[in-house]
């Protein structure tokens, strides 16, 4: 079954950030910024893995992304609109278009997985057809088909609470696949994956934005995966922009400096050169620890 029946091609999604800044959504009023300052360009259908210590912004940088946070200094641009000037009609409307899958998914316990599959496509539903799906999923084969991908269909009547840390995490992310947006900004999506779990995941998310033409921005913890599945890199510190890369031409150098003072977060041998971790140039890989 192809999951992906009734998007329309045309949609894209460009972002443009211009020295915007933002505190973390759970801080308190009176905190200081966790980004300051940023200036990022995105364009429509580009895949981006934006990598960086603890605390260096990147879920403050992926909530402004969606309209969750709203800068408290610079600018948004979506597609070369100010989401926060449009109408509350309007933005609820763009909000519809954008998919921001936190690390751990808020699942209710008691629910069954595939309504809670299915509530990626809420935004497109009237408040009656989102009432009845809680009860009547109107949709199961494509909550199925989205499980699937992520070696999940035998879950599909269980309950959230019989899952395991890493199946609640890949539900979260089969209800992108359902969703009719057009730029997904995922939030560490491998934190409770195993090494081949984590692979299927990325590759899934990445062929499935190629497919839509859909934006990407992915923050990871996985240096190595960001590396081997993503053209461009961004790198945060301290909720600063430290470089924005192709990822052929991020070095061992870029990334000690950028976890310097958070080596613990980056083990792995160091080149003495300045050569680009690249497949190609067969480095010693860079192995990221999840906190």
Not at 13 to 22: E, F, G, H, P
Not at 77 to 105: E, H, I, K, V
Not at 138 to 144: E, Y
Not at 249 to 261: D, E, I, M, R
Request: aromatic share 4%; net charge neutral; hydrophobic share 45%.
């Amino acid at each position: 079954m192809d999951i992906f029946i009734g998007l329309q091609p045309d949609l894209h999604v460009k972002i443009d950030l211009k020295t915007a800044s933002a505190c973390h959504p759970a801080a308190a009023p009176s905190a200081p910024p966790s980004l300051r300052g940023m200036s990022l360009a995105i364009a429509a259908g580009e895949q981006v893995a934006v990598i960086g210590p603890s605390g260096a912004g990147k879920t403050t940088l992926l909530h402004l992304l969606a309209c969750a946070l709203r800068p408290s200094q610079g600018g948004l641009q979506l597609n070369g609109q100010d989401p926060w000037a449009l109408p509350r009609t309007a933005l609820q409307q763009l909000r519809g278009q954008l998919f921001l899958a936190p690390q751990m998914p808020p699942l209710p316990p008691r629910q069954r997985v595939v309504t809670a599959v299915l509530a990626g496509r809420l935004p497109q539903m009237s408040l009656w057809q989102s009432l009845r799906s809680l009860f009547y999923p109107s949709d199961i084969p494509r909550a199925d088909a989205a499980l699937a991908h992520f070696d999940l269909s035998d879950k599909l009547f269980d309950r959230v609470d019989r899952l395991s840390g890493g199946e609640r995490q890949r539900v979260g992310l089969a209800r992108l696949l359902v969703s009719d947006a057009r730029l997904f900004l995922i939030d560490e999506p491998l934190s409770a994956l195993d090494p081949t779990r984590s692979v299927q995941a990325i590759e899934c998310l990445t062929r499935v934005a190629r497919e839509r033409g859909a934006t990407l921005v992915v923050s990871l913890h996985h240096v190595e995966m960001a590396l081997q599945h993503f053209p461009r890199i961004v790198g945060l510190r301290y909720g600063e922009l430290v470089f924005d890369l192709p990822a052929a031409q991020v070095t061992q150098a870029h990334l000690h400096a950028l976890y310097a003072q958070h080596m613990d977060e980056l083990s792995g041998p160091a080149p003495v050169d300045d050569s680009p971790v690249s497949k190609a140039t067969n480095p010693q890989p860079v192995v990221m620890h999840c906190r």
